[in-house]
């Protein structure tokens, strides 16, 4: 599993490598279907390239939030211990459930301060950005 990640890893690396600058610890690249983060110690976000301003704020939103939460640590912390446990359905059960719930609550954070209208643009959002359409 450890290998496993090692190749994900690098082959993530590689795809985003032409990845272009856009502001700090912010860059944008050809090809990506969602954004994400990338790094333990100094995370950079990563963005779809061709996104309008609106989409591209509210996907700075929750990635910001995955940030402050220092998903960036947990997720491979968790990782780890699926590593060393791979064999224990309820480890991956947790693991599972753990990257739902980081997911939901970096969601909630985003949209703690929106109103109604800005929380359905936000929604659609995330529907396109999961649907691969932007």
Known sequence: MLTYAAVRYLSLRKSVSGAVDVGERLKVCDGLRSPFILGITDPVIYLPSGLDEASRQNMLLHENAHIKRLDNVWKPLAWLILAVHWFNPFVWAAF?????????????????????????DYAQVLLNCGCGDR
């Open 96 to 120: 599972i459930l753990f990257c739902r719930d980081m997911e939901l609550a970096c969601d909630e954070s985003a949209i703690k301060e929106m109103d109604a209208e800005s929380i359905a």
